[in-house]
C-alpha cells in the first residue's frame, strides 16, 4: 500500500502575508493565480495591512500556490509569511476576493 496520492488528497491551509501587500494587487494576482491551478478558498485584506487567505485544494496544487504567495505578484513586497493545515469540513466551491 501507497501513501495518499498527492493529486487527489485535499488539503486545506489558512495564510497570513504581511509587507507591502494591500494597494499593490495581491488579493487581485491572487484570485488569477488560484483560478489558474484549480485552488478554492479566499483572500482578503485585513484591517492591520496583512492579507488572509484560505486555500483548499490537491496537495500538489497547494504547495504550488503557497510557494507564489511567498513572493506575491511582482509589485508586492512581502516581508512576513506565516501558513498553517487546518482540516476542515467545509469544502469551497471557488475562489473568492472579499
Do not use: C
Not at 504581511?18 to 489558474?36: I, N
Not at 487567505?53 to 511582482?74: F, K, Y
Amino acid at each position: 500500500m501507497t501513501g495518499p496520492d498527492l493529486s487527489t488528497r485535499i488539503e486545506t491551509y489558512y495564510v497570513r502575508v504581511r509587507g507591502v501587500v494591500q494597494g499593490v494587487g495581491f488579493r487581485h494576482a491572487t484570485v488569477r493565480r488560484a483560478h489558474e491551478l484549480g485552488i478554492t478558498g479566499w483572500v482578503t485584506n485585513v484591517a492591520d495591512g496583512s492579507v488572509e487567505a484560505m486555500l483548499q485544494g490537491p496537495a500538489e496544487q497547494i504547495d504550488r500556490m503557497l510557494e507564489w504567495l511567498r513572493r506575491g505578484p511582482p509589485s508586492a513586497h512581502v516581508q512576513d509569511f506565516v501558513s498553517e493545515e487546518r482540516p476542515i469540513e467545509k469544502r469551497f466551491a471557488r475562489f473568492e476576493q472579499h
